[in-house]
């Protein structure tokens, strides 16, 4: 499984950026797909996830109301809408496959990662 992170940058509180995950090794159809985030010197953290079945989306609390999570199984993509932005949102975002959403609350579980993008938010 591959999984290519891009879209970060950086970006003043309140703006917006789409962050994208190519897979490939992989069926979407199959397997749950989603986001983590890793802020400096803080645990990796879930932020959204979206079944296999593409029906059902997780958000973390933090982000819900802001971040829209989609996938295109088409294109074997996942793509993350990140919306009104804020400082603490600063980290760098991971893509991640698992079997099931419920995964994104132990990131331990995960076995297949991409290689991150970096997201700055700043004031």
């Known amino acids: 499984v591959q999984l290519q992170a891009s879209g970060g940058g950086s970006v003043q509180a309140g703006g917006s950026l789409r962050l994208s995950c190519a897979a490939s090794g992989v069926n979407l159809d199959y397997t749950a797909i989603g986001w983590f985030r890793q802020a400096p010197g803080k645990e990796r953290e879930g932020v959204s996830c979206?079944?296999?079945?593409?029906?059902?989306?997780w958000y973390a609390d933090s982000v819900k109301g802001r971040f829209t999570i989609s996938r295109d199984n088409g294109e074997n993509t996942v793509y993350l809408q990140m919306n009104t932005l804020k400082t603490e949102d600063t980290a760098i975002y991971y893509c991640?496959?698992?079997?099931?959403?419920?995964?994104?609350?132990?990131?331990?579980?995960?076995?297949?990662w991409g290689q991150g993008t970096l997201v700055t938010v700043s004031s």
């Open positions: 979206v079944n296999k079945f593409g029906g059902m989306t």
């Open positions: 991640a496959t698992d079997a099931s959403c419920s995964s994104w609350y132990y990131p331990e579980k995960i076995y297949d």
